[in-house]
């Protein structure tokens, strides 16, 4: 089976991609990271990037007159270096339909609350007025919509009484760092099979042919 092919994109300082790395470099993912891309020039994802060798490209929005030729620039890295599977990990902008089709049921996302609760950019500061009791965060895929495409995997963690944004996220984020490596790894090995919002994840033996 030939090795999926990751375009990660990322916005910031990088530790969901840190996670994919270092899982790749166990051996625990049979991909290869073809190239990670960051819509800001400064994101420290970059940094760690080029530290492990990996190619790294800053493709930045304000660049580009409008949010189609941004779109274009990225899909033209990505198709340049052959990416065959996108993860967005801490990307922080919404992708149009035209990208996502562009990559139909091969883009993944990691989200920081557990869908369908907390969409969007404040998913711990509204879980915390909301007032929840539980948290966490969701890998699923694409959708044209925001964050809500179908789920992959979830997992969840207690919220505290005394809990700021940041002592949540920092809890979350553990979590991110173990569910996001291993739905990329279910992809890889031809495992999630998708029946309208629902996705199985199919038994070892049975994932399909590449
Ligand atoms: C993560 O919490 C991710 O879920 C959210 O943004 C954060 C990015 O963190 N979308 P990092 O850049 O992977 O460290």
Do not use: W
Not at 35 to 64: F, M, Q, T, W
Not at 139 to 146: A, K, Q
């Amino acid at each position: 089976m030939p090795k999926e092919k990751l375009g990660v994109l990322c916005s910031g300082r990088g530790s969901n991609l840190a996670s994919i790395i270092e899982a790749i470099e166990r051996g625990d993912v049979g991909a290869e990271i073809a190239v990670v891309i960051a819509d800001k020039a400064d994101a420290y994802a970059l940094e760690r990037a080029r530290a492990r060798g990996i190619p790294a490209a800053a493709v930045v929005r304000k660049e580009y007159a409008d949010r189609e030729t941004f779109e274009r620039a990225l899909l033209d890295v990505l198709h340049g270096r052959g990416v065959t599977l996108v993860v967005l990990a801490g990307f922080m902008r919404v992708l149009s339909p035209v990208f996502v089709h562009a990559y139909a049921g091969r883009i993944l996302n990691i989200h920081p609350a557990l869908l369908p609760s907390f969409p969007g950019a404040h998913a711990h500061r509204d879980a915390l007025a909301y007032g929840v009791k539980v948290s966490g965060c969701t890998v699923h895929f694409v959708d044209e919509g925001t964050d809500s495409g179908p789920i992959i995997l979830q997992a969840a963690v207690p919220v505290l009484e005394e809990d700021t944004e940041e002592t949540l996220a920092a809890r979350v984020l553990e979590q991110e760092h173990r569910i996001f490596p291993e739905a990329i790894r279910l992809y890889t090995e031809r495992r999630l099979q998708t029946d309208g919002r629902t996705v199985r994840i199919l038994p070892a033996d049975e994932g399909g042919p590449s």
